[in-house]
């Protein structure tokens, strides 16, 4: 058998740049550990590379079982560039808090090693290790905090709740083994499709499999350690989990979704459909109560979740259905994006204030305008466009999923675009919450100002940039996203 | 040993294979309604070991005497070792830790239960007839059975254990997923070494260390309601504590030879 | 034997676990608990596979064994940690559960 390494390349320069991440942390003393974060910035750029080489090509590898297309470039390219803005925004974070610096690297190396892999997995088996490879480092680097009570208790929980869940999706998975007698997805396919789709049992098992992706989207009901976890993490560890965890989670959904159960999409596309408008309502209901910005962030990135799930529910089968579900895919991958730019923009800014004064209530961010403009013009910038505000590139993220109910218009399709858009409003109430306090509110006597480092600066520059160009042009990226076509792989 | 013998070798309707199959079949049921019935924790450990043993001897019975091996070197071994390590070391042997309501025991039980019957009746009937023996010389299966194909064709003469056969399987298709389970042993290391170090004392813990013991538990839950987005009274004490991340310094993997107490005092 | 019954005895261990799960409080056992699930997912691939006649259901299961052994090192070490810093491994201490 060959082995395409070309195709596998990215992969193997993050592992190697985590491997010396490791070795670098022993040969270094005291202050010097630090510069493992360059190091790892290193392996990132040149992974970012080798992933470029690879757009447009499609390889297959290891039997059928590893795919890099286009689509799966799209979000390794995702991973990479969350992963780049997470190390810049960690560099000062680890440093200060003095955590395992050298082992932190290679976690958070080793878990985007597990998302890299996600997209790429037509196989049963590779998406489960793919999908522990990103939450085994993830357990770990939540527990890191591990002298406070609350974190320790945050990331047993985590860890508790994520084991159960994939216990369960592995329970699924053996049940369609059972069935289809291959692990392979498109083998799956294949072979659920026709009179077996309609038996119960078989439903049950991809209603398990999608339980545990799920969990890792915080879907709600799966959503409980989100906000807990959040908080009770370093903040860089949150970052992760709200976006490049999340984003992985939909990788794998939309892979073992549009793939392996297409046949049964009738089935599972309506009840994504009721579990995104559940995730959005409920997110966005209980993120009006926060008081704390991080537990706010993490109510609204559940919300973020039921949004992005929304194009599930439209999937179908059928005569017309690669058409509908093309589109959902793209309306995903868009949403996907978009999120990731703001989200991570949001937590960096959250980063900046807690890091020198440990303040992370929302009041605490009152007049952040006097003490740093810049921060405050990043969190208004960030946050406008989370909850959907023209000129910013939520607004077009919502625009895809609306474009992609549209590509056939259905009852159920409209009921979804009606909750899209009350939840956006309802998002707006504390998205604008907060930019009153940063803007409006008189700050606290006695708070030093702001001075956030390059790497944090830049990261907010760069990501507000980024929102705003792509609020007015995101034709940069759909041009990219509206290329893939997963269903025609399956 | 014979029985287990004749067992791997198995066969259509083959009597050892019955046989051993209801003993562990019961083993493994019984063990597994006592793993979360029994109030000892030690005992608890040691029963779960007993099902992971007698799943062992299920492999047997399924013509798969690789994984009955590895069940028993990795499962029953080391990890209930881990297990029985770790409840010996915190020494908390008897622990009376049922769900206290008994609503919530009631639903549990019926969730289970019902989740039990839903699968049962899904499998009794389709999968249970004769035509779903395993092996060549079971009546041919109808279209809503299974039909179940054994693995001795699949194993041909030379390799009656299986070994080449999965190991043929997990060096090609599978060898990426093979090597991602080196990285994933390799965190798991990596993670209970920094996990369970207690001698990393980061600035944040320096007040904890010198205040009285008691205080630091206090201070941390302060931070915890803080986070969880309480009112401004205990937020502002939780603020404080935050507010103590001081400047860096050198980190320093030595031990500081200030002996963190408050750590013991469990 | 009818390989059903296999999948009876894997069904009835799943489910015996999740009660386990819903039922106890202590974190040790909870997770034993959520090993018994594994183990029947494994009797499950392991049943399949014979049923099929195919490898994949057996590397299936060699996997779910090692990221169980990688998953057990970890949560036992966070579990060491917490009960280090709390005295008690109850799950059900509010901070914990509050969903």
Redesign the interface.
Same mark, same amino acid.
């Given at each position: 058998m060959q082995i395409d390494f070309i195709a596998i390349l990215p992969e193997i320069i993050l592992t190697v740049t985590a491997l010396l991440v490791l070795a670098a942390d022993l040969a270094l003393r005291g202050d010097a550990k630090q510069f493992v974060n360059p190091l790892a910035g290193l392996g990132t750029v040149a992974a970012i590379i080798a992933t470029v080489a690879l757009w447009g090509s499609e390889r297959v590898t290891f039997g059928t079982m590893y795919v890099v297309d286009d689509f799966a470039v799209l979000f390794k390219l995702l991973f990479l560039g969350t992963l780049l803005a997470i190390l810049a925004i960690s560099w000062r974070y680890i440093a200060e808090h003095r955590f395992f610096q050298g082992e932190y690297y290679f976690l958070l190396l080793t878990s985007f090693i597990g998302m890299l892999l996600m997209p790429s997995s037509r196989d049963l088996i590779m998406l489960f290790i793919a999908l522990e490879t990103v939450s085994v480092p993830a357990f770990v680097m939540v527990g890191m905090r591990k002298r406070d009570l609350y974190s320790s208790e945050s990331a047993l929980k985590f860890f508790l709740l994520g084991v159960l869940a994939a216990a369960l999706m592995l329970f699924g998975m053996s049940m369609v083994y059972g069935f289809a007698g291959t692990t392979d997805l498109v083998g799956i396919a294949a072979a659920i499709s026709g009179e077996t789709a309609s038996v119960p049992l078989l439903l049950g098992s991809v209603m398990l499999v999608l339980v545990g992706f799920g969990f890792k989207i915080s879907a709600v009901p799966f959503h409980f350690w989100a906000p807990d976890t959040y908080s009770g993490a370093p903040m860089p560890v949150a970052a992760m989990l709200a976006v490049a965890s999340k984003a992985a989670g939909f990788a794998g959904l939309v892979v073992v979704a549009f793939i392996a159960f297409e046949p049964v999409a009738d089935v599972w596309g309506p009840m994504l459909g009721v579990l995104a408008v559940l995730t959005m309502t409920v997110g966005n209901l209980i993120a009006l109560q926060q008081r704390d910005l991080i537990r706010l962030l993490a109510y609204s990135s559940v919300a973020q979740a039921g949004y992005i799930l929304i194009p599930f529910g439209l999937a179908r089968t059928g005569p017309g259905a690669a058409v509908v579900n093309a589109a959902a895919i793209e309306a995903v991958v868009f949403y996907l994006i978009a999120y990731a730019v703001m989200n991570v923009g949001a937590f960096a800014v959250a980063i900046a204030v807690e890091r020198r004064t440990g303040l992370r209530s929302i009041a605490d961010y009152a007049g952040l305008s006097g003490r740093s403009p810049l921060l405050a013009m990043g969190m208004t910038v960030f946050l406008l466009s989370l909850g959907g505000a023209p000129l910013t590139v939520g607004l077009w993220a919502k625009f895809a999923i609306l474009e992609a109910i549209a590509v056939d218009i259905t009852l159920f399709g409209i009921v979804l675009a009606g909750f899209l858009v009350v939840n956006s409003v309802i998002a707006f109430f504390y998205y604008l919450k907060v930019v009153r306090t940063v803007w409006m509110d008189e700050a606290p006597a006695g708070l030093p100002q702001l001075q956030p480092g390059f790497n944090l600066s830049a990261v907010v520059v760069v990501l507000m940039v980024g929102t705003l160009v792509l609020g007015v042009l995101p034709g940069l990226v759909t041009d990219f996203s509206s290329v893939i076509s997963i269903v025609a792989a399956g | 040993m014979m029985l287990l013998a004749q067992a791997a070798e198995a066969g259509a309707?083959?009597t050892a294979? %019955?046989l051993l199959?209801w003993v562990f079949?019961v083993l493994?049921?019984g063990s597994? $309604?006592a !793993?979360?019935t029994m109030r000892n924790?030690v005992h608890?450990?040691l029963m779960?070991v007993l099902? =992971?043993l007698s799943?062992a001897g +299920? @492999?047997l019975?399924?013509?798969?005497a690789?994984?009955s091996i590895?069940?028993v070197l990795? @499962?029953a071994g080391?990890?209930m070792v !881990?297990?029985l390590f %770790?409840?010996m *070391?915190?020494g908390?042997d008897n &622990?009376d !830790?049922?769900?206290?309501e008994p609503t919530?025991?009631v +639903?549990?039980?019926a969730?289970?239960?019902l *989740?039990?019957g839903? $699968? +049962?009746f899904?499998?009794?009937g389709?999968?249970?007839?004769?035509?779903?023996? #395993?092996g060549p010389d079971a009546p041919a299966a109808a279209p809503d059975q299974?039909? #179940?194909?054994? $693995?001795a064709?699949?194993y041909g003469e030379d390799d009656p254990s299986?070994v080449a =056969?999965?190991g043929?399987?997990?060096f090609?298709? @599978?060898? @990426?997923?093979f090597e !991602?389970?080196a *990285?994933? *042993?390799?965190?798991?290391?990596?993670?209970?070494?920094?996990?369970?170090r207690?001698q990393?004392l980061?600035?944040?813990?320096e007040d904890?260390v010198d205040g009285v013991p008691g205080a630091p538990?206090d201070g941390?839950?302060a931070?915890?309601l803080?986070?969880?987005? +309480?009112?401004?009274t205990e937020?502002a004490e939780g603020?404080e504590?935050?507010?103590?991340?001081g &400047?860096?310094?050198?980190? &320093?993997h030595e031990p500081s030879g200030s002996p963190d107490d408050h750590?013991?005092?469990? | 034997m009818a390989i059903g019954y296999y999948f009876i005895v894997s069904a009835l261990l799943f489910s015996i676990g999740l009660i386990g799960v819903l039922l106890r409080r202590n974190a040790i056992v909870l997770f034993m608990c959520i090993e018994l699930m594994l183990n029947s997912v494994n009797l499950t691939l392991a049943a399949a596979a014979r049923m099929w006649g195919g490898p994949d259901g057996q590397v299936f299961v060699f996997f779910v064994i090692v990221v169980a052994a990688a998953e057990a090192v970890v949560g036992l070490a966070l579990i060491v940690n917490l009960y280090f810093r709390r005295g008690t491994l109850d799950v059900d201490v509010p901070q914990l559960l509050r969903w």
């Open positions: - | 309707g083959n294979e %019955v199959f079949a493994a049921l597994a $309604l !793993l979360i924790i608890a450990a779960l099902n =992971f799943i +299920l @492999y019975t399924l013509e798969s690789f994984l590895i069940q990795v @499962y080391a990890i !881990l297990f %770790v409840i *070391l915190l908390v &622990d !830790l049922l769900t206290s919530a025991r +639903l549990a039980v969730g289970g239960a *989740l039990a839903a $699968l +049962l899904a499998f009794v389709p999968a249970t007839s004769p035509a779903s023996v #395993c299974f039909d #179940c194909r054994g $693995l064709e699949a299986g =056969f999965v043929r399987t997990m090609t298709r @599978y060898t @990426y997923a !991602l389970s *990285l994933l *042993l390799t965190v798991a290391t990596i993670g209970a070494v920094i996990l369970a207690r990393d980061a600035p944040e813990d904890e538990a941390d839950d931070a915890a803080a986070r969880a987005g +309480l009112p401004a937020r603020g504590h935050h507010a103590e991340v &400047d860096p310094e050198p980190e &320093d750590e013991r005092r469990g | -």
